[in-house]
């Protein structure tokens, strides 16, 4: 089975500009490639610095098409990337990122911060639209659920 839908995604206006996260239940451990947020009505993801630097040219980036989003019980894929789980810790939260957003009818994604984690982005996905004043609507991003 394999479901698509269309997350809007945004970037600051200025460069380090970004919300707090906020409140949410982490599943954080500092040596693993990805780390997982879950807060009401919005998930996060905090990645190593190899794979934000991949992350942030796949998902953030200009294209000349729609980025894709792919998401599998074994794999996370940024168009020609992909990432392979490792681990039950990695597929469960997984699992539960696909729910979350096949779950709602907007989604919306954007860059994040928290006081928690010094130094580091939060991929943010999220119900809510992120404030006009700090964010720029950019082309959207496809998500593929496997």
Request: proline share 3%; with cysteine; charged share 25%.
């Amino acid at each position: 089975m394999r479901d698509l839908c269309v997350i809007k995604r945004y970037n600051a206006y200025y460069h380090g500009w970004c919300l707090a996260f906020g409140d949410h239940k982490a599943n954080f451990e500092e040596e693993r490639d990805i780390n997982w947020l879950f807060g009401d009505k919005k998930t996060g993801l905090i990645l190593s610095s190899s794979l934000r630097i991949q992350a942030q040219r796949e998902f953030l980036g200009h294209h000349d098409e729609i980025p894709e989003l792919r998401l599998s019980d074994k794999m996370v894929g940024m168009n020609k990337f992909t990432y392979r789980l490792n681990n039950d810790i990695d597929s469960m939260n997984a699992q539960r990122l696909k729910d979350f957003l096949l779950g709602s009818q907007h989604m919306h994604m954007f860059l994040c911060s928290h006081l928690f984690y010094p130094r580091t982005r939060i991929i943010t996905f999220t119900e809510e639209k992120p404030p006009v004043i700090m964010y720029k609507e950019m082309q959207p991003l496809k998500l593929v659920v496997e």
